[in-house]
């Protein structure tokens, strides 16, 4: 509890620096060690002309590395509006309610999934991407299903519900009830109403779109 306290009062900048820091490392290292190589590799093995898809990669490639930086900011941003919204339902009665402290814990929760990313890019380097693609698989309700569910629609929901996003669920409601003083069951309740429904409603979104382009 007082470690967590102490986590929470930390500066979110330096820690949004960091976890910057590491997914453009693990882009840069992902495209050095398994996408190029393997790019090489099929161009060698391939009997057409594949330089043209080499090229336009190495042109884009600044661009690949800096996109999921960029999509975890994002990612923090939307958690922390939801969370915002959602605190206006929950904890009427708060005056210092704001936008900051929402924030401040959607950056200190998501440590959860930069370590699932970096365990997924460590697998894709040392191991295979084929390993990497199977590993959410492994950890997430889809496992239930021995991986057997043909259409893609019905793949999304279930690869959703996985181990680390349950954890950043749970972490996340652990620092929210600290910072507001309430039990661990109120704030999961409030978890579940104010991110975890529309985290829902957004795969919802998805498998429409799966299925009207399919």
């Known amino acids: 509890m007082v470690l967590s306290e102490k986590y929470l009062k930390m500066n979110c900048l330096p820690l949004c620096m960091i976890y910057l820091g590491i997914v453009l490392l693990l882009a840069f290292f992902q495209q050095e060690y398994s996408v190029i190589p393997q790019l090489n590799q099929k161009m060698a093995e391939s009997e057409t002309d594949v330089t043209s898809v080499i090229e336009s ?7 690949l590395i800096i996109t999921p930086a960029v999509s975890i900011l994002v990612r923090i941003a939307i958690i922390s509006s939801c969370l915002y919204v959602g605190s206006f339902f929950f904890f009427i ?27 997924v890019s460590l697998i894709n380097i040392l191991i ?13 309700l889809l496992v239930l299903f021995d991986s057997q569910i043909p259409e893609r629609w019905m793949q999304i929901p279930l690869l959703a519900i996985n181990i680390f996003e349950v954890l950043f669920w749970i972490l996340m409601s652990h ?17 579940l109403f104010s991110y975890v429904m529309p985290y829902f409603i957004y795969m919802c979104f998805l498998v429409f779109i799966t299925i009207y382009v399919s």
């Open 175 to 191: 620092f929210i009830a600290i910072k507001n003083r309430i039990t661990l069951k109120e704030s999961l309740r409030f978890v």
């Open 128 to 140: 295979s991407s084929e390993a990497a693609l199977a590993f959410p698989q492994k950890i997430s």
């Open 57 to 63: 990669f190495m042109r884009l490639r600044w661009f």
């Open 93 to 119: 009665e708060d005056e210092t309610n704001s936008f900051s402290r929402w924030w401040n814990i959607t950056v200190k929760s998501q440590i959860i999934m930069i370590i699932y990313g970096v365990v």
